[in-house]
């Protein structure tokens, strides 16, 4: 499976500015790719309260209207977050999107202190089957507490996926999180940043990373934009599994209701 990471600096309310370098991206993948993945928000940037009315949009709005069409038009899928206006709630939301549509969507359940009052959490983890891999989809803090990854391995994700927004000095922290993550769930885990300053001087960390089931490191990013393409071997989850199994010989179970979906999407409803 090959994955690029989109580490990019993004302009914070300036939809137009952020979909078009999107799009872009996009556009000039290699042929061979299967997904790209972008930061969190990185369609609309982190706007506070009184910009958010006015730059979130709902999830059928023109901005993943315009990407749907290019991943229809490159045969390609992509993970991008992005500011969600659903009937005037608002979530730190981020989307699978593929050639068939919307396949995956996430709001994020941890919210950062200063989203607290800004977005909604959101009240469930999903997993989705995407080219015969179970992917899950988390947001920036979500990593910091295990249990998110490991509510996705209780749904069977075999490839979690983070956007993120992690800042200074806080990059340390992610790149130890990100590492955990994987090897404790025995699962890929690919986490996209932002780089360079937000409009509230907040100075983003880069360090994207694409981490195996072992928890080793495949590639990790600087603090500069970049595009990197890291090759899964998903041959490696097996490996990882086969002389113990963590979710298997584990004794405590997260609780909440399952939901399974005829599409193949699995929920576990936080309760």
Sequence with gaps: MKIELVQLAGRDGDTVYNLGRTLKAIASCAADTDLL???????????????????A??????TLHAIEQVVRERNVSVVVGIAENDDGIFYNTSVLV?????????????????ERGV???????????????RVGILICYDIELPES?????????ELIIVTNGNMDPYGPVHRTAIMARAQENQAF????????????????????AAIDPFGRVLFEAGREECRQVVHLDLDQLKTARRDYDY???????????????????????IP
């Design 189 to 208: 885990a690919v986490m996209v940043n932002r780089v360079g300053e937000g409009d509230d001087g907040l100075v983003f960390a880069g360090g994207s």
């Design 119 to 133: 977005f909604c959490p959101g009240d469930r983890y999903v997993t989705a089957l995407w080219k015969g891999v």
């Design 247 to 269: 979710l298997g010989d584990r004794r405590l179970f997260l609780a909440g209701e399952q939901v399974e979906h005829p599409d193949g999407r699995r929920e576990l409803l």
């Design 37 to 55: 993945v972008f930061p969190e928000t990185h369609l609309t940037g982190f706007v506070d309260s009184e910009q958010l009315p006015s730059v």
């Design 149 to 157: 990854s490991r509510a996705l391995a209780q749904l069977g994700a």
């Design 57 to 62: 949009e709902p999830l059928d709005g023109p």
């Design 98 to 114: 593929t050639p068939e549509g919307i396949a995956l969507r996430y709001r994020k359940t941890h919210l950062w202190p200063s």
